[in-house]
């Protein structure tokens, strides 16, 4: 491939700022929404098999894998903020330099934390409240997964380049196959092979095989953005890459932790809740799977405006960012409550399972309207240089925004309190951290206005 077919050109600091926004979120959220499906179908495909404490197991599981992605997300929000930069600038070289010492830093934190996974799973189950059944097949579930830590942060990373550089349809290419792949064999692991939830695992890392692959066709072969990595280069962009790494994974730390705290909180009230809230993790992604494709889409097009000092384009995509996650949001809010009994019924759910996910399919997006304005500002701080912010804002909503609450409304009202705990924690902290996402942009700007 030609050097000339590069997208060396920062394309987002030109044209409308709602379009970039609107094409970015529109193919990230394919790719995205088609990952959320096909975890929706595996649960269904687990729930079944008519035992809910296999049901629980993968829901204690996944809120196990759940820090191992965060981790990774932080990973490829540097490295794709970095890389966006240094494109936004015009500095070609310096974004290939980049994406090649990036991707080695990955590759070295996602082993170091697959291993921890693997060393103590166990006890990490046994803190969310797992036990019996469930933590045996949990515990089982997270060994065939958690090697694949790797493979899943060398595939976000890579589709953070391809955003960084302006090729969403690739980047949603990468996200696309490992489902596809996944929804393809899931059934024929799961009950043609009669493996059951091993089945759901091994089919995981196949499909993690799958992402790396047609990562690395779209961002090396196609675009040439990756270059060769070097040792000199590895250790000196190591700080720059810590610089905004850490505080974005101690930023998606905190969802977990905030999901395990209320899981150990549910899981008093017996399987039935769990399972509840197993459903209804899987299927909100999968209804407000756009507000995290936007969370990610919008940051590349804020770091190239920044590069560039185009500092009116970062307030106009901020706004129109806001804007679009609200209108969604309210408009899959109300789908989502007239659709709460096809849910029960998909998933088979009854007694004390069914109501609390009619429950929350009614109240659920209240607390999304409020995480959408979270996900975007967060995305402004990491990528326009305050990423302190993100992790101050997530961690004031993981721990004053959720236990309190939490412990609160699940004390007097059951878990139904608890779920309308979040909701309330989640208000106070994402209308503090959209004023401040204006407040970081207007600070920006006011350099280049004085100049």
Known sequence: MSSASKLTRPIFTEGSTMRHVLVMTAAASIGLMSIFIVDLLSLIYVSRLGDPNLTAAVAYATQVMFFAVSINIGLSIAIGALV?????????????RLSASGLVHVI?????????GIVFRREILTLFGARGEALDVGATFLAITLPATILLGLGMSLAALLRAVGDARRAMYVTLSGAIVTACLDPIFIFGLGLGVEGAAIVTVISRLVLVAVGLLGAVRRHGLVGRPHRRAVILDLPAMLTIAVPAILANLAT???NAYA?????HFGEAVVAAFAIIDRVTPVAFGVVFALSGSV???????????????????????????????VAVSALLRASAPLVVQIFGAQGETADLVRFFCAYGGLLWLFLGGVFVANA???????????TLFNWGRATLGAIPFVTIGAAHFGPEGGFLGLIAGAAVFGTGAVATAYFVTAKLAKPAKSA
Not at 108 to 116: N, P, S
Not at 299 to 323: D, E, K, W
Not at 380 to 390: E, I, M, T, Y
């Open 256 to 258: 977990p932790v905030a």
């Open 380 to 390: 402004a701080f990491n990528n326009l240089g305050f990423p302190v912010l993100s």
């Open 263 to 267: 899981m150990r909180v549910f899981s």
């Open 108 to 116: 070295v934190i996602a082993a170091l934390v697959g291993a921890a």
């Open 84 to 96: 966006a930069r240094a494109i936004g600038a015009g500095d070609w070289p310096g974004a290939q």
């Open 299 to 329: 940051g590349p097009i804020l770091a190239q405006n920044l590069g560039a000092r185009l500092f009116s384009r970062v307030r106009q995509t901020l706004t129109n960012s806001f804007a679009f996650s609200a209108v969604y949001v």
